[in-house]
């Protein structure tokens, strides 16, 4: 009742802070127009060079898997390995750590709640731009589409947040933890699917996709594909189990960290 | 002007020393800086390895555009990483002891910070391009030609910070700002070359200069077009000029916050 609490009054208070201010939402209505806007419009050439198929696949399906990979970018949850950075770097964590919340829940319901109200907004705007200017694909017509996207859409958002806490979390050991967020969040862009579609990968490539935390955080984006509604509780089985994984993962690093601080008060 | 030079190598030499004083963090900034950047070249070389070569873009001119972008990156955020800051000093009232400094403004204000991960483009921008070359067989003549066209990738990539920049002293906290227009100029850098034709190519070409610092130079040393050579360096020499012009209107809107921020 009480992490419920919490959670609502975060995110209460992080959607009221960004309606009310709007730079973050430009900033990433921007952020989308440079990257993804651009780059549908750059693989629409492509498709139409390649006669509208390249590896099986079209440019309605493509552009939609790429759509929800951006998309679910916008609600940054990579951010927190950086917030946890700064946080002990600034000695911030000392004050957190004495108050009566968990730390990591504070943490992540914070990350959420800063990015939820951009995600809502270019979300919503770009699906309506999407629909009337490309169309929709069939597969996202059929009624398991949305209830497992909404399912697939949690599991890779909870999986984020624990792959990026990790990292954060490393910021016990080592000064500096930018390296290691730069090759985990390179492993996440590059499997699951942003630049180069799913549909395009290799065979080996796909398969590291399909069994990483990397891929598996973004299997949102397996979703506008034919091959969805049937292995569909494959996929989402493979994220639980990273989502387990992960999470004792997190568990036990967090539990020896805190060992590691020392409050003084004051 | 010697005399601004001898300062910001000074300044530059000074910024090293500081930042190797970490040796750990030092290190693992430019070593994870350099395999950050290959996940570009595994991306685009998968796409031409899907779709096949697209506008005479082969794997090797992706890994020749990451070298070149990733170079001009390097040398402007290392040595001028302040030119990043400016939002942050424009809003804070920082920049106040800028303008008191007898040095040169701008000089000043790039040398004030140093971007150590940086150097990990610098290192990975030589070493693509050193494999570029090799992968085409260069002839002496294009060797020449690739320094030759990292200089100028440099100028246009610093007049473009400046502008970006620049427009720090037109907004309250202009950090955001400055960071969208930054990714709006630096993202289509780094895509497929070969993908940008038509209205594409024109607009990031003549108005957001994001293809002179990487597709261009490519396509220049691929070819060994002269035509494009100079359109790309009429081009720099034009965003330079332009970009200082910006720069000298734009402080002039600068008021000063009074706070007492003297030194470092």
Redesign the interface.
């Known amino acids: 009742m009480k992490e419920i609490r919490l959670a609502t009054k975060i995110l209460k208070t992080l959607v009221k802070d960004r309606i009310q201010y709007l730079?973050?939402l430009?900033?990433d209505t921007?952020?989308v127009?440079?990257?993804c806007g651009?780059?549908l419009?750059?693989?629409w050439?492509?498709f139409k060079?390649?006669n509208g198929v390249?590896?099986g696949t079209t440019f309605l399906f493509a552009a939609w898997s790429i759509f929800f990979y951006f998309s679910f970018s916008v609600l940054r949850l990579r951010d927190i390995s950086r917030e946890i950075m700064k946080d002990i770097q600034t000695g911030n964590v000392e004050v957190l750590f004495s108050k009566p919340i968990s730390y990591l829940s504070y943490r992540m319901w914070w990350q959420v709640g800063s990015g939820i109200y951009s995600f809502v907004v270019i979300t919503l705007l770009a699906v309506v731009a999407l629909f009337f200017i490309i169309g929709l694909p069939p597969t996202m017509t059929i009624g398991i589409f949305i209830p497992t996207l909404i399912l697939t859409f949690f599991c890779g958002a909870i999986l984020s947040l624990f792959l990026y806490t990790i990292v954060g979390l490393l910021s016990f050991w080592?000064?500096?933890i930018?390296?290691?967020f730069?090759?985990v969040?390179?492993?996440v862009?590059?499997l699951g699917g942003?630049?180069?579609p799913v549909a395009?990968?290799?065979a080996f490539?796909f398969k590291i996709a399909l069994w990483s935390p990397f891929g598996a955080s973004q299997f949102v984006t397996h979703t506008v594909y034919e091959t969805w509604q049937t292995n569909w509780y494959q996929l989402v089985g493979i994220q639980l189990f990273w989502i387990v994984l992960l999470g004792l993962v997190v568990y036990f690093m967090f539990e020896s960290a805190k060992k590691k601080v020392s409050v003084n008060g004051g | 002007m010697m005399k601004e030079l001898y300062f910001a190598l000074y300044a530059i030499k000074k910024n090293i020393q500081s930042s190797a004083e970490l040796r750990t963090s030092f290190l693992m900034n430019i070593v994870g800086m350099s395999i950050n950047n290959t996940a570009f070249i595994i991306l685009w070389g998968f796409f031409v390895k899907s779709v096949g070569v697209i506008g005479g873009w082969t794997v090797a001119d992706i890994i020749g555009l990451q070298g070149f972008v990733a170079l001009c990156f390097g040398i402007v955020f290392s040595a001028g990483a302040g030119i990043r800051k400016l939002a942050d000093y424009t809003a804070s009232g920082a920049f106040d002891r800028f303008m008191l400094s007898p040095k040169n403004l701008l000089v000043r204000i790039a040398t004030s910070s140093f971007g150590v991960s940086a150097l990990g483009d610098i290192v990975f921008g030589i070493v693509c391009l050193s494999i570029y070359a090799f992968l085409i067989h260069a002839t002496i003549y294009q060797i020449l030609l690739i320094a030759l066209l990292v200089i100028i990738s440099t100028i246009v990539f610093l007049a473009a910070a400046i502008v970006i920049y620049s427009t720090s002293f037109f907004f309250t906290d202009a950090s955001s700002v400055t960071g969208s227009l930054f990714e709006l100029f630096l993202t289509p850098s780094l895509f497929h070359g070969g993908a940008f034709q038509g209205a594409m190519r024109f607009i990031f070409t003549f108005a957001i200069p994001s293809l002179l610092i990487g597709a261009l130079p490519v396509e220049i040393v691929r070819d060994i077009s002269l035509g494009k050579l100079l359109l790309v360096g009429v081009l720099a020499i034009f965003w330079f000029v332009i970009s200082i012009n910006i720069f000298n209107r734009a402080i002039k809107k600068y008021e000063s916050s009074n706070f007492m921020t003297f030194g470092n």
């Open positions: 730079d973050r430009v900033v921007i952020g127009i440079a990257r651009i780059l419009i750059l693989y050439y492509v060079l390649s390249i590896n080592i000064e500096d930018n390296p290691v730069w090759i969040d390179k492993a862009m590059i942003s630049y180069l395009l990968f290799p490539m």
